[in-house]
């Protein structure tokens, strides 16, 4: 039971962490896996220029149609919105739906010190190698 309780205080711990963490300078953070869940015809989501915009009440008044905006939905939206080339009104019409920014996740593995350690092993050996004819002759 008590194992339980702490692993319960510290799991809020982390959710706290992660939620301030999402919750900077008054702007929320929405990661793309979570936009991904608000694509249908009354909860659709889109990117478009790294910023988070809640469109389901505009779908109807979308001059270009509503098959288009759902095409999108749940995803980033930024070259087809780009494609069309809005007019400076249709850009400012986005702030009204802006509902957050899109959070980087930044995945770092081992193969991100593959490539340089592999390079330092390649420059070593060279060197060593030149070192080595450098004595023989
Ligand atoms: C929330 C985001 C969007 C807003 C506020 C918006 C707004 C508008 C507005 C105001 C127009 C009228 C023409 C203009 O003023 O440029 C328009 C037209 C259009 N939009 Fe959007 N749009 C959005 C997203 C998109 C997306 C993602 C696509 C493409 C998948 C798209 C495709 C179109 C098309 C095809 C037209 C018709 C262009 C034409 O008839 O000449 N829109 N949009």
């Known amino acids: 039971?008590?194992?339980q309780h702490n692993f319960q205080q510290v799991n809020s711990w982390e959710k706290q962490r992660v939620e301030s963490e999402?919750?900077?300078d008054g702007v929320t953070f929405y990661t793309l896996e979570e936009v991904?869940?608000?694509?249908t015809s009354t909860d659709s989501?889109?990117?478009?220029h790294d910023r988070v915009y809640d469109i389901s009440s505009f779908l109807e008044e979308h001059p270009g149609g509503e098959e288009v905006l759902l095409e999108q939905a749940g995803a980033?939206?930024?070259?087809s919105?780009?494609?069309v080339g809005h007019s400076l009104d249709a850009r400012e019409m986005l702030q009204q739906y802006l509902i957050g920014e899109l959070h980087m996740v930044h995945t770092y593995s081992w193969t991100t010190w593959l490539i340089p350690a592999l390079a330092v092993a390649a420059i070593?050996?060279?060197y060593r190698y030149y070192l080595v004819e450098q004595k023989s002759s």
């Open 81 to 83: 919105f780009e494609d």
């Open 45 to 48: 989501w889109l990117v478009i």
């Open 124 to 126: 070593g050996l060279m």
């Open 76 to 79: 980033d939206a930024t070259e």
């Open 1 to 3: 039971v008590y194992f």
């Open 22 to 24: 999402m919750q900077q």
């Open 36 to 39: 991904k869940q608000h694509n």
